[in-house]
């Protein structure tokens, strides 16, 4: 860089220091750290600023660029240096109108943030690549920020090397909570409770081998996990799990930890009280990105009672759904009678398919399993528990909580509680998306 670029640096530096130093001086020092040590000029300005008693916090406004642990949710315009994690695209649907994003997520050495790009056309990334983002925004999403880059941010490719899947582990770098757990993430520190701890013996390429499993706990979750070697670990104990990597077991996110991680026991006490607090909502794009979970609370509109809902018959030996009283293993059986309703819920972020069972649909429409039969009987519609489901349930927003599994055709939930709130969660997602750039 020439004098004549690093200039309103210079003076940018001078402002901060105020009369102590000179603007010569300054450019001076600048075109020795940037020309000669071969420094980003975003370092040299911050270590120029930290020797001449400057404070080195102080800029960073102006040049806007922060690494991912320093984001606050609040940023109107933010410069990013990142290595791009994944790339999805999605279509969604504002205001009637569809429109392509790209979700994800993006990581530097301080930690990882998730990212969406609401201009397609002007905003390419690609997996893998080291970019810089600039005029990116953020907003916080339930205590977490999420990183948005609409019409004004701008994407350029950066040959600066990001170690970011390399980083030491147990570096606290990757810190992240249950809910984050997602598919493919590599070198995850995670603490929790441990419970349902199982030693097993396998045989892998034909030599035994112990085993140990059982579930993680957190304040946002639980997850299953396999730590595939002989570990002491204790029912109940808090864990700061280090190293390990996500692959998704059916359809929901686990924990596996290999050679080189790491089981660290925690003083009891040390994670607060995890007994008997629900997770916290997650929209449900967000419980998309990570692909699903053990243990999730979402909130929804019912847009759609789907076909199956409402009174169906079981065998009796393998609890399928019998079709004109056949069950497709053991042929002609008396069936017995179960009520369920298969819902799709949206929260203007996304949709999710959920499965009520008995209890929870007897709940739902007030009414139980005999009346139901009766009703049917009495119609003589065996449809009828179906449309008096979607007469009471279309447009009702409900949090439901429940085990969320992934597939091609996207997540679904069993659930497990559900109540209904008394917000529309659709207009309130959908305004969440109005908020941000590019919807007016
Ligand atoms: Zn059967």
């Known amino acids: 860089m020439d004098r004549e670029e690093l200039a309103p640096h210079a003076e940018e530096l001078a402002r901060v220091l105020g009369e102590k130093v000179t603007k010569d001086r300054l450019l001076d020092e600048l075109e020795r750290y940037v020309n000669l040590y071969r420094v980003s000029l975003e370092w040299a300005k911050r270590d120029i600023l930290k020797k ?34 994944t790339v999805n695209p999605k279509t969604i649907e504002v205001g009637g109108a569809r429109k392509n994003i790209l979700y994800g997520y993006v990581a530097d050495e301080s930690g990882r943030v998730p990212y969406t790009v609401w201009e397609t056309e002007s905003v390419q990334l690609k997996e893998g690549e080291t970019v810089v983002i600039r005029n990116a925004y953020t907003k916080e999403y339930k205590g977490a920020p999420q990183l948005n880059l609409g019409n004004r941010a701008s994407v350029e490719r950066s040959d600066e090397v990001l170690d970011v899947a390399d980083m030491p582990a147990g570096g606290g770098h990757c810190e992240v909570k249950v809910a984050e757990l997602a598919e493919g993430m590599n070198y995850v520190v995670v603490s929790g409770k441990v419970s349902k701890i199982e030693r097993k013996e396998i045989v892998a390429a034909g030599e035994r081998k112990n085993i140990v499993t059982g579930v993680l706990t957190d304040e946002t979750g639980s997850a299953e996990f396999t730590i595939w070697k002989e570990a002491e670990l204790q029912e109940g104990a808090e864990v700061r799990i280090v190293g390990a990597y996500v692959k998704s077991w059916r359809g929901i996110p686990k924990l596996n930890l290999g050679d080189k991680a790491e089981v660290q026991v925690l003083a009891a006490g040390t994670l607060g009280d995890l007994a008997g607090i629900a997770p916290k909502a997650r929209t449900l794009l967000d419980v998309e990105l990570s692909g699903g979970g053990m243990d999730v609370v979402v909130r929804g509109t019912i847009v759609d009672v789907r076909e199956g809902s409402g009174l169906v018959m079981r065998c009796p030996e393998c609890r399928r759904v019998l079709q004109k009283g056949t069950c497709r293993v053991h042929g002609k059986v008396k069936g017995v009678d179960d009520l369920r309703i298969k819902a799709i819920l949206d929260d203007g972020t996304s ?22 039969v009766r009703l049917t009987t009495e119609e003589r519609n065996p449809d009828a528990v179906k449309e008096l489901a979607e007469e009471r349930l279309f447009a009702r927003t409900l949090e439901v909580r429940g085990m969320v599994r992934s597939d091609d055709f996207g997540p679904m939930m069993i659930a497990r509680e559900a109540r209904a709130v008394e917000v529309d969660a659709r207009e309130e997602g959908a305004k969440l998306l109005t908020e941000l750039e590019g919807f007016e």
């Open 52 to 85: 001449m008693g400057g404070d080195p916090g102080s800029i960073g406004n102006g040049s806007g660029r922060k690494s991912v642990a320093e984001l606050t949710g609040a940023e109107q315009s933010v410069d990013l240096l990142v290595k791009v994690l």
């Open 351 to 372: 949709t999710m398919n959920v499965v009520f069972g008995k209890e929870l649909t007897e709940a739902l429409l007030n009414m139980s399993i005999d009346e139901a």
